[in-house]
């Protein structure tokens, strides 16, 4: 069977399901000596703020069994200084770029997506608004459907691209939350974030992050993440999701397709293979084939929901 690997997302036509996440992928220079860009399904960039933020202080990751901790910070060059230069560099490539945004209001959210409303190269924006291992907890707005809401609004009011919402499984429903932000404009979803957790040396009985606290990603989130994509999907059908959490193989890309993500993105695969995207991408393909499907969007409807 000839399978078509492309997906709309959100009105955006991605050559794969499968992108690059946020975070764990820079801002695509970095891998551009191991894989070609432009093939790609995209490219979410790390999270851009609009002045410079130097990140938490270090030791800022920590492996776990099956996962990865981190406290990063959002550390990142600030908004002109990535359309000076990786942004530039990102449409040079000719790839597809998520510009994903922080900020520490609603009004900052909005500023950053008035600043890149325009430029080259940016298809779609990821509203980061559930990084767990920020310094203050207020600015996880996902843990709040109305503040989550409210940050939605006003980045939908200054951009022309298609807005997608990243949300956190740390929360009691997440469903509201995914609710709330559809209702206030929202084109589509990301879920899931890295979940809040942390890790002891016990031979320092110290914290293994500086931070104390961090985000947990990697295959041990991924069981998360697919709930939280069946949940949702069940809940808002036609709403177009991102799944991603754990992701490193094309079977644990179908299993969120299954449940009905529209596309997913690689994480800390990358950090154990700088060609996870490629290569998951391709398995999928073969995983596609083999189950009689012709394109991603037909993996839904092969879904059975009763063992």
């Known amino acids: 069977m000839t399978v078509d690997l492309s997906v709309d997302l959100c009105g955006v036509r991605l050559k794969t399901p499968v992108l690059a996440a946020s975070g764990c992928f820079g801002f695509g220079r970095e891998m551009a000596g191991w894989v070609d860009l432009a093939a790609l399904g995209g490219i979410v960039t790390k999270s851009v703020s609009l002045e410079p933020r130097r990140g938490r202080p270090t030791p800022r990751t920590a492996e776990t069994p099956s996962g990865m901790l981190n406290a990063i910070g959002l550390q990142n060059p600030g908004v002109e200084a990535f359309c000076a230069g990786d942004l530039r560099f990102l449409a040079e490539a000719g790839a597809t770029v998520v510009a994903s945004l922080v900020g520490r209001s609603p009004d900052e959210f909005g500023r950053l997506a008035a600043r890149l409303d325009g430029e080259p190269g940016v ?3 990821e509203v980061n608004l559930s990084c767990p291992n920020v310094e203050h907890r207020g ?3 996902a843990t ?3 503040a989550a809401a409210e940050v939605v609004r006003v980045v939908k009011r200054a951009t022309s691209v298609p807005v997608l919402a990243k949300l956190t499984a740390d929360v009691t429903d997440i469903v509201a939350v995914a609710r709330a ?4 404009g929202a084109d589509g979803l990301t879920l899931i974030n890295t979940l809040l957790g942390m890790a002891v040396d016990t031979r320092t009985r110290r914290p293994r992050l500086a931070a104390v606290t961090g985000g947990l990603s990697g295959p041990a989130i991924r069981p998360v993440a697919v709930r939280c994509v069946w949940q949702v999907a069940q809940a808002l059908p036609g709403v177009p999701i ?3 959490g754990g992701v490193v ?3 644990d890309a179908a299993e969120l397709l299954l449940v009905g993500a529209a596309a997913v993105a690689v994480g800390t695969g990358n950090f154990i293979n700088p060609r996870a995207v490629v290569e998951v991408a391709e398995s999928l393909e073969r995983y596609l084939a083999a189950a009689g499907a012709a394109a991603p969007a037909d993996l ?3 879904f059975k929901a009763e063992r």
């Open 123 to 125: 298809a779609l924006v």
């Open 242 to 244: 991102v799944g991603t």
């Open 181 to 184: 932000v559809v209702e206030a």
């Open 144 to 146: 709040d459907p109305a």
């Open 300 to 302: 839904p409807a092969l």
């Open 139 to 141: 600015e996880v707005f």
């Open 249 to 251: 193989t094309g079977d």
